[in-house]
C-alpha cells in the first residue's frame, strides 16, 4: 500500500471489485447444491456486498469425496517434499501479488482497516504458507535405538483429510495458520470460512489451483456453522479438524469426533488475557501504549486481546492516562481510510453483544472512564468506541467473559503474587504478559501464568517460528512453528527384523 493512496482511491477500487461467491471443489467454482445461498454483509455499511452459497451436508461430501479421492491418487501426498515446496511458495507469491485485492476484500468483508488487511492480515498470510514451504523439505524422520536385530522408523505421515473451520476476526490470517502446515505435509484440506467473512479464502482457492496445487487438494466450502461446520465436524471420512473459534464451539467439535469416527480435534479457542503491568516495569509509557494496542487492535476482536489490565495500584493513574491518549486518536473510522486505526465490528450481532457487556459491567459496579458507545451510527455500520473501565473486579461478567470488543478491563494488586492469582483466575489460557525490569520477577511471573504465550515487557510480539495455542479453556494443539506439523500427521513406527 503506497503512502499516496487516499479513501477514495480504496473506494474506487472496491467498487471495481468482482467478488467470487461459489463454493471452490476438485479445482472448480460450483453453487451450492441445494442453490441456497446467504447475505454477505459489508459491517463498515450494513448493506449486501454480495450473495454466496450456503453450503450443507451434500456440498460438504462433495468436498470430502474430492479431498479423498486425491489424497488416494498421491499426486500431493506422494510428492517430493522439494516439489510441494515449489508450488506453496508459488502459492504464497500469488498471494503477496495480489494483495491489493485481497485486503480489499478483507476490510470490505469483516470492517478492519484496510491499512492492517493490507499490511498485517495478507503479507502475515502469504508468509506463513511460505515458511511452512521453505520448512518441508528439511525435516528427518527418526530411528529409535532399538538393539541390532531390528529397526524401527519412526516416520511423520500426512493424516489424510484435514478439515479447518476459522473464524471471522483474521479470516485469511487463521486459515493460513492450517492452510501452510496441513498442505506442506501432503494432506488433502477442505476450509470452511466464517460465514461473516468468506470472500478470501473462496478467492484464494483459484491462486492455489494457478500455483499448482492439484484438484481436490484444496476446498473451500463457505456455509454457516450449523450446517457446513456440523457437517464437517461429524464427517465420517474426515481425519482431522482443525479448529479456531470460541470455546463453545470447540467443545461441540469434540463431541462431534466423539459421535462419528474419533477424528483428531485441535482446538484455538478463546482467552482473557492479563496484561500485568509492575510498578518496576522498565517503561511505564511503552507499556501503557502496548496495553491500548492490545486492546483496541482489529477494534479488540482479538482471541489474544490484552482485556484485562492488570496494574500495580501505585501507577494505574500514569498507566490510564496514556492509554486514553491512544484511545483518543484511535476512534473508530471508515475501514477503507489509510488513516483509519480502528474499524467497524464484524456484524450487528457482535456490536449488539459487545454493548451488552458494556451494560453489564456498569450495573456490576465497574466505573465506566472512556468511551462506552456506538459510533458512527449515521453510516449504518457497526462501530463502537474504545471503551475502558476502572475498578473492576475480576468475578465481574466483564473480566471473565470473552468480549471480542474493544473494552478494557482495569484491576489493581499491590503484590506480584496477587498479580498471578488474578491473572490465572479465569477458563482460559491463551496469553499473558508482564512487565517488570527483575528478569526474576518475570521469569517467575512468566512461570506462574497458566497460559500458552506469556510476553515479557512486550505484548502480542511474535514470529512464524515461535507456536501460538492455549492452556485451559483456551483449547490444545499449537497453531504456528514446526509444533503446528504434528496436528496433522501421524507417527508411523516402521519396524524391520534384520534377520540374516
Ligand atoms: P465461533 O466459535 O462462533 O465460530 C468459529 C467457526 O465455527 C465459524 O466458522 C463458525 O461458522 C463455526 N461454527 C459456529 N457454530 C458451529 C457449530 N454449531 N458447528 C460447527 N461449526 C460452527 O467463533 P467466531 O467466528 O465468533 O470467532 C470468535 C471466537 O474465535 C472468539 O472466541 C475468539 O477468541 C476465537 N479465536 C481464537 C483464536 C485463537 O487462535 N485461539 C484466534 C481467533 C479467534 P459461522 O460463523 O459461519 O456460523
Redesign the pocket.
Given at each position: 500500500m503506497s503512502a499516496a493512496l487516499s479513501l477514495e482511491t480504496f473506494q474506487a477500487q472496491a467498487a471495481g471489485l468482482t467478488y467470487r461467491s461459489q463454493a471452490f471443489i476438485n479445482g472448480k467454482y460450483v453453487p451450492s447444491a441445494s442453490g441456497k445461498t446467504f447475505d454477505n454483509i459489508n459491517p463498515a455499511t450494513g448493506k449486501v456486498l454480495n450473495q454466496v452459497a450456503s453450503g450443507d451436508k451434500e456440498d460438504v461430501d462433495r468436498a470430502v469425496k474430492a479431498a479423498r479421492a486425491a489424497f488416494e491418487k498421491g499426486t500431493w501426498a506422494n510428492m517430493a517434499p522439494s516439489d510441494r515446496k515449489k508450488i506453496l511458495i508459488r502459492f504464497a507469491d500469488l498471494i503477496d501479488q495480489h494483495n491489493s485485492e485481497l485486503a480489499l476484500l478483507e476490510t470490505l468483508d469483516m470492517g478492519k482497516p484496510i491499512r492492517d488487511s493490507s499490511k498485517i492480515d495478507i503479507p502475515l498470510s502469504a508468509q506463513c504458507i511460505r515458511w511452512y514451504a521453505e520448512a518441508i523439505d528439511k525435516l528427518y524422520d527418526e530411528i529409535a535405538p532399538t538393539g541390532p536385530e531390528a529397526i524401527s522408523l519412526i516416520r511423520r505421515e500426512p493424516v489424510g483429510v484435514v478439515a479447518a473451520?476459522?473464524?471471522?476476526?483474521?479470516p485469511l490470517l487463521?486459515a493460513s495458520w492450517k492452510i501452510g502446515p496441513a498442505l506442506a505435509a501432503g494432506n488433502s484440506f477442505i476450509l470452511?470460512?466464517?460465514?461473516?467473512s468468506p470472500l478470501t479464502a473462496i478467492r484464494i482457492a483459484e491462486l492455489a489451483a494457478e500455483a499448482g496445487i492439484p484438484e481436490g487438494v484444496f476446498n473451500v466450502v463457505p456455509?454457516?456453522?450449523?450446517t457446513a461446520?456440523?457437517a464437517l465436524?461429524r464427517h465420517m471420512d474426515v481425519d482431522c479438524v482443525a479448529?479456531?473459534?470460541?470455546?463453545?464451539?470447540?467443545k461441540?467439535?469434540l463431541r462431534y469426533a466423539g459421535e462419528s469416527n474419533m477424528k483428531r480435534v485441535s482446538l484455538?479457542?478463546?482467552?482473557k488475557t492479563p496484561n500485568i503491568i509492575m510498578a518496576d516495569c522498565p517503561d511505564v509509557d511503552a507499556a501503557a501504549t502496548a496495553a491500548a494496542w492490545g486492546i483496541f487492535f482489529n477494534q479488540g476482536e482479538?482471541?489474544n486481546a490484552g482485556s484485562r489490565l492488570i496494574v500495580e495500584e501505585s501507577i494505574k493513574d500514569q498507566v490510564l492516562e496514556k492509554v486514553f491518549a491512544v484511545g483518543k486518536k484511535l476512534q473508530p473510522g471508515d475501514p477503507l481510510d489509510p488513516k483509519t486505526g480502528m474499524g467497524a465490528m464484524v456484524d450487528k450481532t457482535q456490536m449488539e453483544r459487545v454493548l451488552g457487556y458494556i451494560e453489564k459491567g456498569k450495573s456490576e459496579g465497574a466505573s465506566l472512564v472512556f468511551g462506552g458507545k456506538r459510533a458512527r451510527d449515521e453510516t449504518g455500520g457497526y462501530y463502537i468506541e474504545p471503551t475502558v473501565f476502572d475498578r473492576v473486579e475480576n468475578k465481574m461478567t466483564i473480566a471473565q467473559e470473552?468480549i471480542?470488543g474493544p473494552v478494557l478491563s482495569t484491576i489493581t494488586f499491590k503484590t506480584p503474587e496477587e498479580a498471578v492469582k488474578i491473572g490465572n483466575d479465569t477458563i482460559y489460557g491463551?496469553a499473558a504478559a508482564v512487565w517488570t525490569r527483575d528478569i526474576t520477577k518475570a521469569f517467575k511471573t512468566a512461570r506462574a501464568l497458566r497460559a500458552g504465550v506469556v510476553w515479557v515487557n512486550c505484548f502480542d510480539n511474535g514470529h512464524i517460528s515461535s507456536p501460538?495455542?492455549?492452556f485451559k479453556q483456551?483449547?490444545f494443539g499449537r497453531?504456528k512453528s514446526i509444533h503446528a506439523l504434528e496436528k496433522f500427521t501421524d507417527l508411523k513406527a516402521i519396524w524391520i527384523a534384520l534377520r540374516d
Open positions: 473451520v476459522v473464524p471471522w476476526n483474521f487463521m470452511k470460512p466464517a460465514e461473516q456455509g454457516y456453522g450449523e461446520g456440523q465436524g479448529f479456531t473459534g470460541s470455546a463453545e464451539v470447540g461441540f467439535f484455538e479457542c478463546g482467552g482479538v482471541c470473552e471480542f491463551l501460538f495455542g492455549g483456551s483449547g497453531d
